[in-house]
């Protein structure tokens, strides 16, 4: 008999047990997490901050949290975290144990291996009972997003032309200052020559002082992104590692410009996420806005191909342009290409080509 009451005692406890859980388990539970940067480059590391809170007197026993994040983003080791990688996405699934009036905070560090526009657009938090009997799911909206823009690598490491950039190159125009041509002074920076000192100034100031030197020509310039690797491509991207490549040399070329002083715009037959699918087109500037504007169209480019370079160049040429480098950033110099970028010479501008060499494949 006693053993009786104790069996009916017992599942009269799970059941109130489950009810309370049923009811309360989500209840004062929230969730938060927040990168604390906006924007990095490529091949940096940003945190990523995550805060979990149980304001309720109610212990949470178990708490399973998922999540689903693209495989641009690389977490590292960390205790409580299981990753389940695929091509595009990863999925993370972490377990705790949440006391009453509780809060976790969890500061994860994270390496950006490519450039992109990455969301978070929501979790999973699963909780329940102590014997597991029952279980409550909710999805908190997250909205969170990170840019990550494409690497600046090393002048030397872009393709350029082994002889000298003196003459009539029109990478010459906005890479090499005229040490003829001067505009003023300058407060000395790392990497400025002795011989640019300008002595009677520095004496005048206190501060080193140097020569402001002025460029051969005041062209704006104008880099073309290609994403076709031949005339005849298509839609689809056949090597998006080369044209990956591509897009950090316009990055690196736009920075370098811009630094320079130099007007600089950009063209692109590819189109943004979330846009609208068309071509990109940047008008050249040098306002200071202009590098961010640049980088963040080049980390929100979908790498799929709207119209060919070609058909962009004869917009391009309607508009009857003068004194405008065009550096053509391409895996190819096909013959329409070529057609294209000689009727632009022919009109009185600069054309340069930049050839992405091919990537040797790693086994």
Request: with cysteine.
């Amino acid at each position: 008999m006693q053993l009786t009451w104790l069996m009916i005692s017992a599942c009269i406890l799970i059941g109130v047990l489950s009810l309370v859980y049923q009811r309360g388990a989500m209840r004062g539970l929230t969730y938060t997490r927040y990168f604390t940067k906006d924007a990095v480059f490529e091949g940096e590391t940003v945190e990523m901050v995550e805060v979990i809170s149980n304001a309720k007197w109610l212990p949470l026993p178990w708490l399973r949290l998922e999540s689903s994040i693209q495989t641009g983003l690389r977490f590292g080791d960390q205790a409580n975290l299981d990753i389940y990688s695929g091509d595009i996405y990863q999925n993370h699934i972490s377990l705790f144990y949440l006391r009453p009036y509780r809060r976790i905070k969890r500061h994860h560090q994270v390496m950006c291996a490519r450039r992109g526009l990455f969301r978070l657009d929501s979790a999973t938090l699963t909780t329940g009972d102590p014997l597991g009997l029952i279980s409550r799911v909710q999805k908190f909206p997250l909205h969170l997003e990170l840019l990550v823009y494409p690497q600046i690598l090393a002048l030397q490491e872009l393709p350029l032309p082994n002889h000298s950039w003196i003459g009539e190159l029109a990478v010459q125009r906005w890479i090499v200052e005229d040490p003829f041509l001067t505009s003023g002074i300058r407060e000395y920076r790392p990497g400025d020559a002795m011989g640019s000192i300008n002595w009677k100034a520095t004496a005048r100031t206190g501060t080193m002082q140097v020569h402001k030197r002025d460029y051969t020509a005041d062209h704006r310039l104008v880099i073309c992104l290609n994403l076709e690797d031949s005339d005849t491509m298509w839609r689809n991207i056949n090597d998006p590692e080369r044209i990956e490549l591509g897009i950090r040399y316009a990055a690196t070329v736009a920075d370098q410009a811009l630094r320079s002083g130099i007007e600089t715009g950009f063209i692109c037959n590819g189109h943004l996420i979330d846009g609208a699918r068309e071509s990109v087109r940047i008008s050249p500037s040098a306002a200071a806005d202009q590098f961010g504007l640049l980088l963040t169209t080049l980390a929100r480019l979908v790498l799929e191909r709207t119209v060919s370079m070609p058909t962009m160049l004869e917009e391009v040429l309607s508009e009857e342009p003068v004194d405008t480098d065009y550096l053509l950033i391409t895996c190819h110099q096909g013959e329409k290409l070529s057609k294209a970028a000689d009727q632009l010479l022919r009109r009185g501008n600069g054309v340069e080509w930049m050839i992405i060499p091919e990537i040797e494949a790693v086994f």
